[in-house]
């Protein structure tokens, strides 16, 4: 499966974002997806994951209570509504999904849109 990120983009703190994560290419309702950043000289991170069937959700604790993962099997599309950003969430944020359950092993990974929040 080929994921496609999108949505990045400048925006000032407390502000909100979605980003958007469009797979082709395979069955998206039989992946599990994830999200993921990597903010400059540091290691990339877990940020959020949804089971293929909606549920279960995880978050990191970072940005639990701000972030929102989802997703619509229709469109083949995850999204991460992202609220009350602030400069620590600055990164490129990364989609990745991987078969059946959420095992934090993913197979597919999307090449990553920008988020950019000032102070």
């Known amino acids: 499966v080929q994921l496609q990120a999108s949505g990045g983009g400048l925006v000032q703190a407390g502000g909100s974002l979605r980003l958007s994560c469009v797979a082709s290419?395979?069955?998206?309702?039989?992946?599990?997806m994830g999200w993921f950043r990597q903010a400059p000289g540091k290691e990339r991170e877990f940020v959020a994951a949804?089971?293929?069937?909606?549920?279960?959700?995880y978050y990191a604790d970072s940005v639990k209570g701000r972030f929102t993962i989802s997703r619509d099997n229709v469109k083949n599309t995850g999204y991460l509504q992202m609220n009350s950003l602030n400069p620590e969430d600055t990164a490129v944020y990364y989609c990745?999904?991987?078969?059946?359950?959420?095992?934090?092993?993913?197979?597919?990974w999307g090449q990553g849109t920008l988020v950019t929040v000032s102070s």
């Open positions: 949804m089971s293929w069937s909606g549920s279960p959700t």
């Open positions: 990745a999904a991987e078969k059946g359950i959420v095992r934090d092993v993913y197979d597919y």
């Open positions: 290419g395979g069955t998206f309702s039989s992946y599990s």
